[in-house]
């Protein structure tokens, strides 16, 4: 958190910390007012941070804190369009594609809407089989290329949502993100470009993966067609860079925008969305933005105290500042969330993996942890003996779904079971029962945050995408960071360049010896092949 030392909040806080260093969290949880401040309901979302490791007067002092550094003028600044984003000089208007923010420009509102419409009607003739390639046939296969928050979103939702009956009436979705040649040929395998459609998604249409990907499917579209004409009715577009993919090939028609406004990991709900409308169709995508939509209202009105977002972002920034913790484990006790570790990493790390303030002043304090996770049960089976035994500290969130949408109720019942029974071993520990057996001992007192889905509907998951993205620009304004510009990335995409071309025996310009040296090797294996 950003206050300097002096502050006596700060001092406050860290004294609250050394006090509560002292207490159980089995303590903790015997305060059933405090527990009834930290459960909070939310579309069909059930957020509980009662095990998390903090008491009525440290929540009383966070919320201080969060009033002390305007977090609600900065949040109202955010709805207003303001350009907070300003080492991009852009406004943060994510918001604005559900309807969220109201008081946002007419003009923003209708072109929000004119698009709506335009890929409402795409989608609709793509999944009722009014859409035709160029032979006349139907589309059965949709192949998605896009990288980062061009994919990491679309591909979620389309695994989460597959189980919806609209999602019948889809095409076989498959996504391209890697510049691996093996990711596009396994998706390419087998397909007929007859019956194909490329959704090609980049906001700035110059990231270096998704233009090979799609040079890559238009040559093997147009060496099976040899028609460049039908590229029209196979390919389509979602970008900012009009005139790049206006270059590429698609008819002006499939092209679909994009804003500055929207930052490419708060995109799902724009045109990116694409795939996710047509797995799961029009209707129920709108279910989606309804339910990111009472996010954001929820957000922007309610007091600070219950304010979901707020409080996640309280909470997680005081187990890094305060309690230590260095990394956060995202625990999704559900197969079809399977990729909800994935797409959080780059939500939050991407986001909040800064170490200077938004005045570009190196900080002194710590940021964003390593976010990490997977799927329970498997984990417990791999990586929770660190978690329940070894020296590190860390959060876990857990996401679970009440209802079964499997019909096989022992399964599910074992799920929710092992969900809520690993965040109490997280939370309770166990002493041993005699001293020849503390290898059995497990210290306990981990904070954790358990989110309990009424089920896997669109409109619990819009809602729990949304507040995650809240909580990111809360945690931000405690950081006093720049939560939506991401420099730290382009270094890397630089130095490939002049790599890229001595691999390919093009450039003889200098290198570090280590690098030198990996590339010497590199040549040396591609040589002997
Ligand atoms: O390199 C990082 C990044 O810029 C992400 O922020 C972004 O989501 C991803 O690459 C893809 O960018 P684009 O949509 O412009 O292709």
Redesign the pocket.
């Known amino acids: 958190m950003h206050l300097p030392d002096s502050d006596p909040i700060w001092d406050s806080l860290a004294a609250s910390a050394a006090h509560l260093s002292s207490i159980d969290s089995h303590d903790l949880l015997q305060d059933a007012r405090r527990n009834d401040a930290l459960r909070h309901a939310l579309a069909g979302c059930h957020f509980d941070f009662s095990r998390q490791r903090v008491d009525q007067h440290v929540l009383t002092q966070l919320i201080q804190l969060a009033e002390s550094l305007g977090l609600p003028t900065k949040r109202d600044a955010m709805f207003a369009g303001e350009k907070i984003n300003k080492s991009e000089h852009r406004e943060v208007l994510h918001t604005a594609l559900r309807q969220g923010a109201p008081a946002v420009s007419k003009t923003i509102s209708a072109e929000v809407a004119q698009t709506k419409q335009r890929l409402y009607q795409s989608v609709e003739a793509i999944r009722s089989g009014a859409w035709r390639g160029y032979t006349g046939k139907p589309i059965k296969d949709v192949i998605h290329i896009?990288?980062?928050?061009?994919?990491?979103g679309p591909e979620l939702l389309v695994n989460a949502l597959a189980h919806l009956p609209t999602a019948g009436d889809a095409p076989g979705i498959h996504f391209v993100a890697n510049v691996d040649a093996a990711d596009i040929n396994r998706a390419l395998s087998g397909l007929n470009p007859e019956t194909t459609l490329f959704i090609v998604?980049?906001?700035?249409?110059?990231?270096l993966?998704?233009q090979v990907n799609a040079n890559t499917a238009r040559s093997w579209f147009l060496e099976r067609t040899g028609d460049k004409d039908a590229i029209g009715q196979h390919f389509l577009g979602v970008?900012?860079n009009r005139q790049a993919a206006s270059e590429f090939g698609f008819a002006e028609e499939n092209l679909f925008p994009?804003w500055d406004w929207v930052?490419?990991?708060f995109?799902l709900w724009s045109a990116?969305g694409l795939p996710i409308m047509l797995q799961i169709g029009c209707a129920v995508f709108d279910h989606l933005l309804e339910g990111a939509r009472v996010a954001d209202e929820h957000f922007a009105q309610t007091p600070m105290h219950q304010n979901i977002p707020v409080l996640a972002a309280l909470l997680a920034t005081w187990n890094t500042a305060h309690l230590g913790c260095n990394s956060l484990a995202v625990l999704s006790y559900d197969q079809r969330l399977a990729l909800l570790p994935d797409y959080l990493q780059?939500l939050e790390m991407?986001s909040n993996g800064k170490s200077v303030d938004v005045d570009g002043n190196p900080i002194d304090y710590r940021t964003m942890q390593v976010l990490w996770g997977g799927c329970g049960t498997n984990g417990q089976h791999a990586y929770h003996q660190l978690l329940h035994q070894g020296t590190s500290k860390f959060a876990a969130d857990f996401i679970l779904v009440g209802q079964d949408a499997t019909e096989r109720n022992e399964h599910h019942q074992w799920l929710l079971a092992n969900g809520i029974a690993q965040g109490q071993a997280m939370t309770l520990g166990h002493e041993p029962a005699n001293l020849d057996e503390q290898h059995k001992g497990v210290p306990g007192n981990h904070p954790s945050t358990t989110v309990i889905l009424d089920s896997l509907g669109p409109t619990q998951i819009g809602c729990l995408l949304a507040i995650y993205e809240h909580k990111v620009f809360c945690q931000g304004v405690l950081w006093n960071i720049n939560s939506f510009d991401?420099w730290g990335?382009?270094l890397g995409?630089q130095l490939a360049l002049p790599i890229y071309a001595q691999l390919g025996g093009h450039s003889a310009s200098s290198q570090d010896p280590a690098t030198r040296h990996l590339i010497d090797h590199c040549l040396k294996l591609n040589r002997a092949k």
């Open positions: 896009g990288i980062g928050g061009s994919h990491l998604v980049s906001k700035s249409f110059s990231t993966e998704t970008t900012t994009l930052g490419g990991r995109s990116v780059q991407e991401q990335v382009e995409k």
